[in-house]
């Protein structure tokens, strides 16, 4: 069994920063893509970044240029680096791993709330 273990969520004031870390654990031979997806109240669940095993990335336009995603495939972690954080980037944000011989696998959820 696979399981994704997120942490680094938290209280931020806008204009900061937080790093997201998303840990896998258990039979892994190897791991595809990765990404992270975030979940606001009454919102559709939508993907915030996502990178393949060889490094290339992508990102939901609202976040461009401010949240760098990135990974390390020795230890099957995945990372999300935030800055200028806005009110907007409230939501619970979710890790995804696509897991050789397991398939998708989700983390639990940590929540982001960016407030004064």
């Known amino acids: 069994q696979v399981r994704l273990v997120e942490s680094g969520g938290g209280l931020v004031q806008p204009g900061g920063s937080l790093r997201l870390s998303c840990a896998a654990s258990g039979s892994i031979f190897s791991i595809n893509n990765m990404g992270w997806y975030r979940q606001a109240p009454g919102k559709q669940r939508e993907l915030v970044a996502g990178?393949?095993?060889?490094?290339?990335?992508n990102y939901v336009d609202s976040v461009k240029g401010r949240f760098t995603i990135s990974r390390d495939n020795a230890q099957n972690t995945v990372y999300l680096q935030m800055n200028s954080l806005k009110p907007e980037d409230t939501a619970v944000y979710y890790c995804n791993a696509d897991v050789v011989a397991t398939g998708i696998v989700w983390g639990q959820g940590t929540q982001v709330t960016v407030s004064s």
């Open positions: 990178i393949t095993r060889g490094g290339r990335t």
